[in-house]
């Protein structure tokens, strides 16, 4: 396998691995995590049963082969390029918008940098099926994880036009600096959008 190209992480700030998963194993995942949220017995605070937005929050304690999933050398190689350091996984949470649903305002994963090329936390989002523009992808500004003017400044910003969508099938890992700006789109499809998403941080928030 040729080597993970980890450059657009600098630029872009965002990198997709494919075939971290296989659609088979994705869909899985997404079966026990669904089936975490039947089980009251099970609850953990951050779950969300009944909601537009499914959640069951730390999968690393819930489900032995999650860890194992994030010990990948693709993925923790991104995630370390950003960082400048391996560190050890932080949370896995799933999250699963139901039709008409997911929509998000665009936001960051940890506070603004103070200067461009600062990296204190790094997030996963890893696909449990096909993610398209109509069942609601994650929307990226690219190069914005550099800019801590636009990070403050949020609220009076109209960046639609620069977005880009991160879509792609079953299985794959986007990896991306949490300082950049990004958002859940609106899921427009009859099914649900499930995923992982975990974080490394550098410090708790």
Do not use: Y
């Amino acid at each position: 396998m040729a080597p993970l190209d980890l450059s657009p992480l600098g630029s872009n700030g965002s990198i997709a691995i494919p075939g971290l998963l296989t659609p088979e194993n994705a869909d899985s995942i997404a079966r026990r995590c669904d089936a975490l949220l039947g089980n009251d017995l099970d609850a953990r605070p951050g779950d969300k049963s009944a909601s537009g937005t499914r959640r069951a929050a730390d999968l690393q304690d819930r489900i032995p082969e999650i860890t194992g999933l994030f010990e990948d050398p693709g993925l923790l190689g991104a995630v370390a390029h950003l960082l400048g350091q391996h560190l050890p996984l932080t949370d896995v949470a799933f999250r699963c918008p139901q039709p008409g649903f997911g929509e998000q305002s665009l936001h960051v994963d940890d506070v603004p940098i103070q200067h461009a090329g600062e990296c204190r936390a790094v997030t996963s989002i890893v696909t449990l099926c096909n993610f398209t523009e109509d069942n609601g992808a994650t929307a990226v500004v690219p190069g914005s994880h550099r800019r801590p003017d636009m990070q403050r400044r949020l609220g009076r910003l109209d960046l639609s036009s620069g977005e880009v969508m991160l879509t792609g099938t079953a299985g794959t890992a986007f990896v991306f600096s949490a300082h950049l700006l990004h958002r859940g789109t609106r899921n427009r499809s009859s099914g649900p959008r499930p995923a992982l998403q975990a974080q490394w941080r550098l410090r708790a928030m």
